[in-house]
């Protein structure tokens, strides 16, 4: 897809990250995750990202986000898959690489390793990864790459295919600068963790869609929020926020990396192979599991 065309496709409707399926000795199961990802494109999402952030791209190699987008490609059909890509410049391109090579439709540009980096030098490692590439790429707002609305108006200006921002600060204040600097030249998406919990308030900010991890087990139930959402259809939020996300977000709370590993373990629990979670995450305790399986239950009723 070209850059323009991915950024309006993503503007249409909810996305969600697929989990990466692990065997039991952590080497990919791409046959679990071409199921799984098949099956999610039987609920109306605007696109896939395939290796993101719940895809525990920090756990893998860029010719592994090579073959998990080209698996995610084989399996979506006519759903488009934006691939990760991130770390240092020449580790992002390289990455970027793999994932044009492997077919993606788009680049999720996630932030660079460790180092905090003033605002010239997170301009020239985007601008740098941008011209790289002929992908539509969207900049991800977090942790230690946080641009500001400048940067990011500077970035507009510079890097034709830089279709969208995503956010995962939560700072309004700041992604409101960007919406009323940049107005229509990019697509916005909100990507807090658990972003339901925060849909409603960003909406009103102009980041009108968003990434779902919960969609991953729960896609019907993620789609009836983002439909109210759209609607200003508050009762059924709050009906769905009390059944399901405020108790959600209480268990993902109990363990850092749990936004993560929660999302497999529901995954396991409707009955998909995705395998544990890489180090330097780990997999819910079985009391935990039992929660969030009573959680389901109630989701489906
Ligand atoms: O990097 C990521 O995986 C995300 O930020 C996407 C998630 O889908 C997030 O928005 C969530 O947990 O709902």
Known sequence: MSPDEIKSRIGSGLLSFPVTHFNDDFSLNLKSYREHVAWLSGFGAAALFAAGGTGEFFSLSPEEVGKVTRAAKEASGDVPIIAGCGYGTELAKETARHAEAAGADGLLLLPHYLMEAPQEGIYRHVKAVCESTGLGV??????????????VARLADACPNLIGFKDGTGKVDLVRHVTAKLGDRLTYIGGMPTHELFAE?????????????????????AQRFYKAM?????????????????????LRDREQGYPVSIIKAGVDLIGRTPGPVRPPLTDLKPQERETLRELIEKAAA
Request: proline residues 4%.
């Open 138 to 151: 969207i900049i991800y707002n977090r942790a230690n790459s946080v641009a500001n609305a400048e940067t």
């Open 201 to 221: 308030g960003f909406n009103g900010v102009g980041v009108t869609t968003y990434s779902s991890a919960v969609f991953n087990f729960v896609p019907k139930l």
């Open 230 to 250: 759209r609607a200003s259809d508050r009762a059924t939020m709050d009906e769905i926020l009390h059944r399901f996300f405020f108790p959600f977000a209480v």
